[in-house]
C-alpha cells in the first residue's frame, strides 16, 4: 500500500473518546512526548478530542486541547491526519464516526474489538479504498503486542495454531478461586470489587469479550476474512471449585482459552474453559495478565504475556499505532490485502482427539462407579485417573462428585458414554465436560 | 529516514554464509514462497548466493542460484538490493562484507551477535550516511522478535528494566541438572551430545553469548549507544547440584539472566546467574528457550518467549527483516537516529538491595554457624532461611555446606560479613554468592 497521505511532517490527532484509555493516551503522549519526539523525528500533536461530557473529572489534563461536542464533526476536520476511535460499542457512533473518518481520509486508530470483530472486514475494505490505515493494536490483549507481532514480525510463518488467555477478568476469577480455594460467586464478587469484572459480568465471565479478540488474531493468522459468528463460546459459569481441585490434584490448572486452529479443512475456532498442565507457560498466568501462544512452522511456539487491559497499557497499544502511521508504516491492515484473503471457512472436522476431564454426581449405592468404567470401557475409553470425594459441598448423602481424567480419546466416544450413564439414570444433572488442552 | 533505494518491485536478496541459519533461510523462503508474496504482493528472489564451500553437503536445495566464490562481489553486486550476512564472527570477513555492503547502498541484514555488539555504533553510523537499514532481528534471542518489539511497539514507552534468559546452552544446562538433578559436568556433557553446546563451551557457559545480546536490548530499550564493555559478566560454572536443590528448597530455580536497568545514574548491565522465584514466569523457562522481560512506563511488564537458537527460528527472524525492507520501513536501525542517542553511561551506583542466596563451607564444630549469623546480626541481615546438608558430596568430615538465604539486605553488607568469615579462617574456599532476582 501506497499512502496518498504520507506523514512528513509532525502528526495532529484527534481523539474521541475519554474513558480510561483515552486518558491514558493523553497521559502517555504528555509525560513521554520528549522520548517520543526523539524517537519519531516528528511531534504528535492533539489538535482535538472530542467525549460525551465535558465537564466530568478526568485524571488527565485536557485544557489545552479544542473541544468537539460532535465527534464526527473531528472525524472529518482538516486540522487532523489520524483519528482515535475510543468511544466504544459494536457500532451506533463509534461505527459511524470511523466511517465517516476513513472515507475522510484519515488513518484510524482504534482500541474497539466488538465493531473490528463485527464490522472489521467492511471497514478494512473501505480504509484500502481510501488507502488509509485502520489499526487495532489495542483492540486485542491490552498493552500485548501481538496484532503486530502476527501481522509483521511473524509474517512470514505458517501459523498452524494461535491460543490464549484473552480475558483478564475471567483469568482473574479462576486464580482467585485457586489460588483461595473460594467458589465462582465469591471469586467473582471479589473481581467486581477490584473494578476487574462488571455489575453485569456475562459478556467477560460468558467468553464473548475473548471471542471478538480471538476472532482478529484468526484473521490475522491464518489469512482469513474476519468471522465472529463461527465461533463456539463457552463461558466459565459452570467451573466450580471442586472442578479447580479436582484438575489441581491431577496436575492440572483450568483456564479459558480462546483457541484458533488450522485443519484440512478450514480453521477451527473456539472459546472454552480447558485443563493446562500446571507445568505450562501459559498455567503460570495469574490473575489479569493475558497471555498468546502462536504455533508457526519455523519459528515454532512464540509465548507473549502481560497486562490484558486497563488504562495505561491498552494507551500503549494505541500509541504504538500511532507510530505505524508516523513511520508511514505500508503494512496492510491484516497482514495482506483483504481481497487476497481467503473466506473464513468453517473446518467440518468434529472428531477432536483430546483427553478430557469429566465431574459428575453418581448415586451412593454400590456399582454406579463400576457402571460408569464399565461403559467408559465399552467405548474404548481409557482412564488417566478417578476420585470420588467423600467430603465437598455437592455430595449430598446420596450422591458422590466423581472426577475422571481419561487418556486421549474422541468427543464423540465421551459423549456416547455421558448419553449412556444419563439413560441409564445414573447420573445427577449434566456432567461438566472440559478439555485437556496440550501445551 | 527517507531511503533513496525503497523498494517498490520484487525484492532481490544476496546471501553469505550458508551455515545452519543460511540453509534455514533459503528453506523459508522456499517453502513458505507463495505466502510470503500474498503478504508482500512482491516476490523475494535470491539473486545470489556465496560460502566458504560450494561442494559440501546441505540441508536446502541451492542449485538454482548464482555462486558467488568471493562474498565482497556479492556485497557490491548490482544484482541486489539486499545483502544477508550469515557468516559470522566478531570481525574479519563478516565485518568486511558489512561495511561493503552498505557502502554499495544496499540494506543489511545479519543474525551476527559479536558483531553488531562490538561494531554496531560503527556500522549503523555507516548505514544512516548511505540511507541504508542495517537490520539484526536473528542476532537477539533467535525466533524471538523482541528487536521489532523495542524499536517499535513499545517504543513509547520509557523502559525502566530489561532482562531474561539470552542464552539456551546455559538454560539447557541448568534446568537438565534441577530436572535430572545431575551435577554441572554431566550436564554441560549431555547438551554436548544433543548439540545444544559447543565442543569449546566457554563462550556460552561463560555469559559472553547472553553478554553480546544484551548490549543490543540495552541500546534499544534505553536509547544509549551499544556497549558492550561495560557488561560485568559471571557464567554459570561455579554452579553445583547443591545449589540447584537448596534454591528448589527455599522456592527458588537457578536461571543465566541477562539484566539492564535504568538507575538515577545510568544504566547498570550484567549477565549472572541468578536465583528466581519458582512462582514466576521466567522460572518456568526451560530448556534451550529464551525469554525476555520488558518493564515500560505505562505497558508494565511484557515477557515474550520461545526457540532461541536453531536453523528454522532464526531464519524465521532474517525473513522477518526482509519483510521490513519489502515494506519499506523507515524506523532508524536502533529506534532513533544514532545521533541523538545518549553515549552509554555505566551507573555509578553500587549498592544493591536484594535477597542473596549464599552457601559455604564451614568446619564441623560447635559454635561455626552462630559465628556466621552473629557475624550477620551484627551487619543487620536478617535470615529468611538456613539449612545445614549432612550429606552430599561437598560435606567432609571435616565440613559441612551450609546455605544461607537473606532478606533484603545490600551487596555491601554481604561482602563485609563475607570478609569478616574469611578473615576467621572459618570457611573453606570461596563462598558462592548468588543475587535474588525479583521476577
Not at 27 to 41: D, G, T
Not at 64 to 82: C, F, G, M
Not at 160 to 170: A, M
Not at 259 to 273: A, D, F, H, N
Request: charged share 20%.
Amino acid at each position: 500500500m501506497n499512502h496518498d497521505n504520507n506523514v512528513t511532517k509532525d502528526l495532529n490527532i484527534g481523539i474521541a473518546g475519554l474513558g480510561n484509555v483515552g486518558e491514558g493516551v493523553i497521559n502517555l503522549l504528555q509525560e513521554n512526548s520528549e522520548l517520543i519526539e526523539k524517537k519519531l523525528q516528528k511531534k504528535i500533536t492533539i489538535k482535538g478530542i472530542s467525549a460525551k461530557n465535558k465537564g466530568k473529572q478526568r485524571n488527565c489534563n485536557i485544557d489545552s486541547y479544542t473541544w468537539y461536542e460532535n465527534p464526527l464533526e473531528l472525524a472529518r476536520s482538516k486540522e487532523i491526519d489520524v483519528f482515535i476511535e475510543l468511544i466504544g460499542g459494536e457500532d451506533g457512533i463509534a461505527l459511524e464516526v470511523t466511517q465517516t473518518a476513513i472515507e475522510s481520509g484519515k488513518h484510524v486508530i482504534t482500541a474497539n474489538k466488538a465493531m473490528i470483530a463485527n464490522h472489521g472486514n467492511f471497514l478494512i475494505e473501505l480504509a484500502e479504498k481510501n488507502k488509509t490505515l485502520l489499526l487495532f493494536e489495542a483492540a486485542v490483549a491490552g498493552g500485548i503486542p501481538i496484532v503486530k507481532l502476527l501481522k509483521e514480525s511473524l509474517s512470514s510463518n505458517s501459523i498452524t495454531k494461535i491460543y490464549g488467555i484473552l480475558n483478564g477478568t475471567c483469568n482473574y476469577i479462576l486464580s482467585s478461586m485457586e489460588n483461595n480455594s473460594i467458589g465462582f460467586d465469591a471469586s467473582l464478587k471479589e473481581a467486581q470489587r477490584l473494578g476487574y469484572a462488571e455489575a453485569d459480568p456475562s459478556f467477560d465471565v460468558g467468553g464473548f469479550d475473548a471471542a471478538h479478540k480471538l476472532s482478529i488474531l484468526s484473521s490475522l493468522a491464518f489469512g482469513t476474512t474476519i468471522d465472529f459468528s463461527s465461533i463456539h463460546i463457552e463461558g466459565i459459569e459452570k467451573i466450580s471449585l471442586d472442578d479447580i481441585q479436582a484438575a489441581k490434584e491431577n496436575g492440572y490448572k483450568i483456564r479459558l482459552l480462546g483457541i484458533s486452529e488450522k485443519k484440512l479443512s478450514g480453521i477451527r475456532q473456539y472459546v472454552e474453559p480447558c485443563l493446562v498442565s500446571d507445568k505450562s507457560l501459559i498455567s503460570s498466568i495469574d490473575g489479569v495478565n493475558n497471555a498468546i501462544v502462536v504455533d508457526g512452522n519455523f519459528v515454532g511456539e512464540i509465548t507473549i504475556s502481560g497486562l490484558g487491559a486497563g488504562s495505561n497499557p491498552t494507551a500503549s497499544s494505541v500509541v504504538a499505532d500511532i507510530f505505524d502511521v508516523a513511520n508511514n508504516s505500508t503494512v496492510s491492515n491484516l497482514g495482506m490485502p483483504i481481497h487476497r484473503m481467503k473466506d473464513f471457512k468453517i473446518t467440518e472436522e468434529v472428531i477432536d482427539n483430546n483427553q478430557y476431564y469429566i465431574r459428575m454426581l453418581l448415586p451412593n449405592i454400590a456399582g454406579s462407579i463400576a457402571n460408569v468404567t464399565k461403559s467408559m470401557a465399552d467405548h474404548n475409553i481409557s482412564l488417566s485417573a478417578i476420585n470420588q470425594r467423600s467430603d465437598g459441598k455437592n455430595n449430598t448423602n446420596d450422591y458422590a462428585s466423581v472426577t475422571i481424567v481419561t487418556d486421549v480419546t474422541t468427543n464423540i466416544s465421551v459423549n456416547k458414554v455421558l448419553d449412556q450413564i444419563a439413560k441409564n439414570g445414573q447420573v445427577k444433572g449434566l456432567p461438566t465436560i472440559i478439555k485437556i488442552q496440550q501445551t
